[in-house]
């Protein structure tokens, strides 16, 4: 899941500065991979018939995806030793190569008609991709499978369909939590953090825990974009920011949400937590080092503590829960295909065993986060607690059961515009250098007036 790990810079600095990751650029600043930005006319004239591979021929399959040597090593051993196994007449070759820019490297190999069969995008990205035509259309292979998609967790396909059609599944899933430090809670008298935690909670931890005369905060890291402020409204009743994951047609700024920007722009005043423009740069490192009390990140950093840490005491508790729910952040990265397969039944059994099977062998060896199918999801938990930390894996395990989830980006094109016209005035409301709670509401109707104008 290179996404959540590559993209995991960008996500953290953009949840001080202005999220995918996995693991892109809006008001949420949690933004994507830039998303293609051309439609392209497709090519593939020698392969649009939609058959199956004759009896006995053997076919090769190619993906791409944008993951560590490692990870594809384990997916390649998954399709070698079980989906062939299992599909004796189906190879299947992973593509390596690193793309400086992914989404306008496979919008060029469609265009050119080099596409592989499957290939990795994060939700936000195959929605765009799917909106220009360049992806197959999966809904009628899904309504024919309901006992296989059933198995995905609540909500987890969500941002992979756009209008009632399904352009691709979901393999991982990222979710955001708390890491602490067990021994610097337990000197400022703080008990380790139960699953039932709400946001007061937290936020009285961070206050305990900040330092102002050693220039340490009490909680690094936390998600105060737009984006990562709803989690906090809707967890108190209030309405989503955006009315849907995948086609977004208006943003609303309630009064939940005001009093949820309200409360995080006074602990930034106060030295709670960082602002909006922190330098994030070293957080990760200043985390593992056991100098920082408590980091808002995503899970994927459990495989990094497990393999680099073994001598800190950490834990890691699930998203604060509100006075009505729990809401978390919908973050997913998946397979999509190319329109015009020549092996459609055959790459539709290879995008289910990548988005659900091939975690069993994969998740062994590089726990970085639980698959969006609940049976596959498993191997993750059982990975983490044979490491020694069941705390973390029932974290995980709780935050994937949760039924609300809220868009972490804009999935549209139009999202950069958004940004433009929506930081530079909330990150000075909320740093505190200028305006006042209602200019929210402005901003808001700068949006709206922005989407009603595509």
């Not at 469609?110 to 499957?118: F, N, S």
């Not at 990562?228 to 977004?248: A, K, Q, R, Y």
């Not at 070293?282 to 920082?292: H, K, P």
């Not at 433009?420 to 909330?426: A, I, R």
Request: hydrophobic content about 40%.
């Amino acid at each position: 899941m290179k996404r959540k790990k590559a993209m995991a810079i960008v996500m953290v600095a953009a949840m001080t500065v202005t999220m995918l990751a996995g693991c892109g650029n809006s008001a949420s600043d949690t933004a994507a991979t830039p998303a293609a930005d051309s439609a392209a006319t497709d090519t593939r004239a020698d392969s649009t018939a939609d058959t199956s591979a004759d009896s006995g021929e053997v076919i090769t399959l190619r993906v791409v995806d944008w993951e560590s040597d490692e990870m594809n090593a384990a997916m390649q051993d998954a399709f070698d030793n079980v989906f062939s196994v299992e599909h004796p007449n189906i190879k299947v070759e992973i593509v390596e190569g690193s793309y400086s820019d992914y989404s306008q490297q496979m919008n060029a190999m469609i265009t050119a008609g080099e596409a592989p069969d499957v290939f990795q995008l994060g939700y936000d990205q195959g929605c765009s991709f799917y909106k220009k035509n360049l992806l197959t259309d999966w809904t009628d292979k899904v309504a024919a499978d309901s006992e296989f998609m059933d198995g995905f967790y609540e909500g987890t396909v969500d941002g992979w369909q756009y209008d009632g059609k399904t352009y691709g599944l979901p393999g991982l899933v990222n979710v955001y939590g708390i890491f602490y430090n067990k021994d610097i809670l337990a000197d400022a008298g703080l008990d380790e953090p139960s699953a039932d935690w709400t946001w007061d909670d937290l936020f009285e931890y961070a206050e305990k825990l900040k330092d102002p005369s050693a220039n340490k905060f009490g909680l690094y890291g936390l998600n105060t974009d737009i984006f990562g402020l709803t989690n906090i409204s809707v967890s108190e009743g209030g309405s989503p920011f955006v009315d849907s994951l995948t086609h977004t047609t208006k943003v609303t700024v309630d009064d939940k949400l005001k009093e949820a920007a309200e409360k995080v722009a006074g602990l930034i005043a106060d030295g709670t937590i960082p602002g909006r423009t922190y330098e994030t740069a070293n957080q990760l490192s200043a985390f593992e080092a056991g100098e920082m009390g408590m980091l808002f990140y995503g899970q994927w950093e459990v495989d990094s503590l497990i393999r680099n840490c073994p001598d800190l005491n950490w834990g890691y508790a699930p998203i604060p829960k509100g006075s009505v729910k729990a809401a978390e952040s919908y973050d997913t990265v998946g397979w999509v295909s190319p329109k015009d397969l020549k092996y459609p039944d055959e790459t539709w059994e290879l995008m289910k065993f990548m988005s659900s099977e091939m975690y069993e062998t994969v998740l062994t060896k590089t726990p970085v986060a639980a698959c969006a199918h609940a049976a596959s999801a498993d191997v993750f938990y059982n990975t983490v607690k044979d490491n020694g930390h069941e705390d973390a894996a029932e974290a995980v395990k709780t935050m994937m059961a949760i039924e609300t989830k809220n868009a972490i980006r804009y999935a549209a094109d139009w999202s950069g515009d958004a940004g433009k016209l929506w930081d530079p005035d909330f990150n000075n409301f909320m740093d505190g250098k200028s305006g006042t709670v209602d200019t929210l509401t402005d901003l808001a109707q700068k949006v709206n007036d922005l989407i009603a104008a595509q």
